[in-house]
């Protein structure tokens, strides 16, 4: 299956700081997604994006699929954005959607 | 509303115990799936099916089993077989052909 990098693995911020999330991956995806897994566990869907750019409030995401990567843009922090988010994607003709192991943000105040 | 539930939310179980996690989804969704999550790690498939009666291995499929005879149900039975059975199990299930996966809150198993 294909290898799926997140970086940074954690990163603090203080309240109101703007961060950019990076995940690539080792080859050709489809389906990428963007996830926050909140403190009890669920995974809560923040963007669809197999390609292009989307905004949703203070959260945006770009993904370049020739490249291989994908970018989530938080702005403005806020304590409640703390969690670890995910990047998935699934390859060509398969169902798989392989994970990385994810960013764990701590947004303090 | 719509959603997908799991339960129960939390597990206590002795080795050597069958153990069955429900999910059910109200969704429509013809595609269901299983996966674990250990701590700091990412999620790996356990499990999926596509259409009723119907179901796949994913990467760690050993020690676990499944069935869909509903559309709306996909259980997962974490058999004695498992040898590190201890984790967070979260189900999804996918809208239509896009790929796009929506999970349930989650089931916390330990075993004791």
């Known amino acids: 299956g294909i290898q799926v990098e997140q970086s940074p693995p954690d990163l603090i911020l203080q309240e109101g700081a703007n961060s950019t999330l990076r995940c690539n991956f080792s080859d050709s995806v489809n389906n990428l997604q963007w996830f926050h897994q909140n403190p009890w566990g669920q995974l809560i869907n923040l963007f669809y994006?197999?390609?292009g750019t989307k905004q949703n409030g203070r959260l945006s995401a770009t993904t370049v699929a020739t490249e291989r990567y994908s970018l989530l843009y938080i702005s403005s922090s806020q304590t409640t954005d703390s969690g670890v988010y995910f990047c998935?994607?699934?390859?060509?003709?398969?169902?798989?959607?392989?994970f990385g192991t994810g960013t764990r943000l701590t947004v303090i105040p | 509303d719509g959603g997908i539930t799991q339960s129960p939310k939390y597990l206590f179980r002795k080795e050597g115990q069958n153990v069955t996690l429900s999910c059910e989804q109200n969704l429509n969704h013809d595609a269901m799936y299983w996966y674990r999550q250990d701590p700091g790690q990412g999620l790996r498939l356990i499990y999926y099916s596509q259409i009723v009666n119907d179901f796949q291995k994913g990467d760690i499929a050993e020690g676990y089993s499944v069935s869909r005879e509903k559309k709306e149900s996909f259980p997962l039975t974490v058999t004695s077989a498992q040898k590190n059975p201890t984790a967070f199990y979260l189900c999804a299930s996918c809208k239509g052909n896009t790929g796009e996966l929506f999970f349930g809150e989650g089931s916390r198993l330990t075993v004791l």
């Open positions: 994006i197999p390609s």
């Open positions: 998935a994607g699934t390859q060509t003709g398969a169902n798989n959607l392989f």
